[in-house]
C-alpha cells in the first residue's frame, strides 16, 4: 500500500509553499475584497471588456435545445443561480424549462468578481448580482442578438423583422426555429460588442414576483445532488481524523488495526490530519476508530475561551493597538459629556454548521490532471491549491461545482481544507482512485474556522440636549486576513473585517473614534454570513437605542435625527416602523425593539414583537423587515433570504457559542452546538423598498440587524442592555432545544 | 443477511447489522436522497419512514428493521406526499436545499396523522428537523397549504 508520509515526502508541499504557490490569486483577492469595501455598489465602473461570445463562456446552448449557463457565482442555498439564469433570461427569452445553471471556473478574465474587480473568481460579500448585473444581461442579449442573426441568414430575411419568445425564434413568413436548431450557427456570427439592453419597462423576468426557482422542485424528491451523493466507479470514502488541539501535529500513528479490518482500503497522512479510507462511510468510520495516533501539542494552542475573554476584555480597556476612524476628538467629548455609558459586549466564536458536513472529492487520472469535485465557492485558490499539492499546473485541474448544503462562508476559506485534504489522499491513492473526504459532523464543528470571538469596551456620551456627542467602540479581536493569503487586505494595522459595521456608522455623531486591537489566537477563523456585522451591529444598536432611552427619546426617531444624510437608511428605518405599527400601543407583556443596520451595500431595518413573560422567559413573535438592496432582482428571493438571515442570526444571538476548555473544543454536534429550531422561528415579514439603484446583495445583510433588534426588545421590558452573548435563558419557550446547555437566567 | 422492503421494492443486503440505515440506503442500495447531517439524530435530514414512522435512520441499525417497510424521499407517493412536494416547490421553500427531504418525510408523517395541524402541531412534529437555512417560515406555511388544499 502506498503511503503517503510527509515527514519523508519531498512531494508534499509545506503550508508556506502553499502559500507562496497562490500567492498570485490570492494577492488578487485581497485587492479585490479591499475594492469591494470601498466601493460595492459600483461594480459596473469596472472598465468594459470586448463582449466575449456569449456561447462559449456564459450560455451554451445545446443541439437538444438546453440552455447551460455557466455561472462565475457559486450556489449554496442564496439563490446566486436563479439570480444570474433571471438576468440571462431576461434578455434572452428562452424557455425556463430548458434552465439549467452550471459552476463555471478557470478563466478570471470572464470570471472574475467584478465587485473584487474582477481579480478573482469567487463568491463573497454578498456581491453575485452587483458583479453579475451587466455582466449576464449582456450575455444574454448578445447570445439572442446572434441567435436572430443566424435565424436571417438561413431564412434570408432581415434579422428587424424576427422575433424570440420561449425559446423559440420566428418569423411573420411562419418560419420558426429553437434555440438548439440555431445554436450552431448562431455560435460562429459575429459577436456584438454593444448589444442594447431592455429598458427598465420592458422588463418580464427581473423584478418579477411570479417568478419561481427552476431548481426547487429537485430539492423536494431527493433528485438535487450534492458533493455526498457523487457516484462514480471505485469512489471510495475517507474519513479524516484532525488534530485534538489546533496547531497540533501528528508525532506518529498506528493504522495497523485500521488496515486489517476489512473494506478498509488504506490509511493516510494528508497535510492536515490522517485520511481513513474505505469502501463505504460505514467502514471508513469504524476504520478510523482503530488508528491510534499519537499527537505532538508543543506548538498547540493550548487557552480556553473563558483566558481568552479574560484576555480580550482586559485589552479591551487599554488603548487601542490601531484606529480605523476618529472623527473630532472623542475622549475631550466624552469627559464633558453630561451622560455617559460604558460597558464590554462579549461575542463567542460561532460556527457555520452547514447541515452537509464539509467535503471534498477527488481523483488522479492516468495522463497527470485533476478532477476536483466540491463546493467550490473560490474556484481560482481551489484550482491553484489542487494543483500545487497534486504536483501539477493549474490548467491541469478540473473543478466541478457541486451544490452545497450551506456554506454561510465556510466553503471559501483561503487555506483551501477540503481541497488540500482530498486531492493528497487521491494522490497517495495514486491514478484511477476516485477518493470522497467526508467529515463528520464532529469534523466539522470542532474543524475551525469560526466566526471569531470579541469583546467590545464601548462608551458613548451625551449632552444636555440628550444629542449624541461622542462614541467610542475599541474592538478586540482575531483577524480574519491575518495569517493568511489574504494578508494583504491589512493596511494600517486594520483588517477591515473586524471593524466594518462600525467604521461607517451612519449616525450623525461629531466625535467618533474604532480602536482595533489584532489578537494573536492559533484557533482559526473566517468569515460567517454578514462577517464583521455579525458583532459590530449588535454593539452599535444596542448602544444607539441605549442612548435613546438615556435621552428619554423614541428609538425610530432618535435614530432618524441622526441620518440627515444617509436617506436610505432612513428609508428603510422608516418603512419597517410604519409596517410594525411603531406608534400603536402593544397588550400587556409584548415589546418592540428595532434595529437598522447597512451592510455590503444593501440596508436593512427590523422591528421585532417579543412577548416577555419575567425575567426567564420570552419569545420572539414577530419581525418586520425592510430592505433596500437597489434594483429587486427576484423579489421573492429577497423575501427568501431576509426570512432566512433572521432565522440564521437569531439562533446565533439566542443559543449559539462554540467554547474551548484547554484547548478542546467543547462543542461536537448539535445537541450543544444549537442552530434555532423551528418553534423558535417568529412570524416575519418583508417589504422592498422600491428602487431604481443598482442591484445590491441580500444573503447576508438580513443577519446583523436581528440581535439587535430583540435585544433592543429585550432593554424596552427589562431596562437592561444583553452584553454578553449569546443568550440563554433558563426556561423559555424559545430555549426547548437547549437540553444539556448549561443555561444562564436572561438577566 | 437483512432482508425488508424499500420503497415498495423488496430487498436484501449482506451488510454489518450494526450498520446505520442511512448507510444501508445510501451506501448499499445507492439512494442519495436520504441525508447525513450529524449522525446522532439530532438534525432529522436523515429522515425516512419505517412502517409509516418518521425515524432517524442515522440512529437506527439495519439489523434492527428486518421485515420492516421503509419508504425514502425517493418513495413518497400518494396524495398528501405528491401535494406536499408540490407546495413545497410553489411557495420556494428550499433554499440549499440539503436538509428538505427530512423536512418533508416528517411533512408528510404529520399531515398523514394529523389532517389539519395547527402552528403547534407544526413546531412538535417538525422540532427535530434542523434547517440552517432557517426556511421554517415557509415550511409553516407550506404545511398548512398542503392542508388546506387536501381538505378540499
Known sequence: MLQFLPKHNSVRPTRRQFLLGTAVTTAGLAVGYRLMMAAPANAQTTPATVQANPFQTYVEITPENRIVIHSSQFEMGQGSYFGIATLVMEELDGDWAQVHVVGGYGNTALYGNLAWGGAAQGTGGSTSMSSSWERYRKAGAAARAMLVAAAAQRWDVPAGEITVASGVVSHASGMQARFGDLAEAAAGMPVPDDVPLKPRDKWAQIGSDSLKRYDSAGKTNGAQTYTIDLKMDGLNTAVMIHPPKFGAEIESFDASKAKALDGIVDVVQTPRGIAVVGRDMWTALKGRDLVEVTWNEEKAERRGTAEIMAEYTKAADDPGAATARDDGNTPAALASAEKVIQGHYEFPYLVHASIEPLNAAARINEDGTIDVWGGHQMPDLYQAAAAQVGGTTPDKVRLHVMKTGGSFGRRAVSDADLIIEAVSTARALGPGKPVKVQWTRENDMRGGRYRPAYVHAVKAGLDKEGNVVALHDHIVGQSIAGGSPFAAMIENGIDPTSVEGATNLPYAIPNLKIELTTTDVNIPVLWWRSVGSTHTAYAMETLIDELAAAANRDPVDFRLSMLGHHPRHAGVLKLAAEKAGWDKPLPEGRFRGVALHESLSTYVAEVVEITFNDGNDFKVDRVVCAVDCGTAINPDQIRAQMEGGIGFGLGAILQEELTLTGGVVDQENYDTYTPLRIEQMPRVEVHIVPSDEPPTGVGEPGVPPIGPAVANALRAATSKTIRKLPIIFAKCSQGSSLSGREKRPVL | ?152
Open chain 2, 1 to 152: 443477511m437483512v432482508a425488508f422492503t424499500i420503497n415498495g421494492e423488496a430487498r436484501t443486503l449482506d451488510v454489518d447489522p450494526e450498520m446505520p440505515l442511512l448507510w444501508a440506503i445510501r451506501d448499499g442500495i445507492g439512494l442519495t436522497g436520504t441525508k447525513f447531517g450529524c449522525g446522532l439524530a439530532q438534525c432529522g435530514a436523515c429522515t425516512v419512514h419505517v412502517n409509516g414512522m418518521p425515524t432517524r435512520s442515522c440512529q437506527t441499525a439495519v439489523g434492527d428493521i428486518e421485515g420492516a417497510s421503509i419508504t425514502t424521499i425517493e418513495g413518497v407517493s400518494g396524495k398528501i406526499g405528491e401535494t406536499v412536494q408540490a407546495v413545497w416547490a410553489e411557495f420556494d421553500v428550499p433554499q440549499c436545499g440539503y436538509c428538505q427531504s427530512g423536512q418533508i418525510m416528517s411533512a408528510v408523517a404529520l399531515l398523514t396523522e394529523t389532517p389539519k395541524p395547527t402552528d403547534d402541531d407544526i413546531d412538535s412534529a417538525m422540532s427535530g428537523n434542523l434547517c440552517r437555512c432557517a426556511t421554517y417560515h415557509r415550511i409553516r406555511a407550506a404545511i398548512h397549504e398542503t392542508a388546506n388544499r387536501l381538505e378540499t
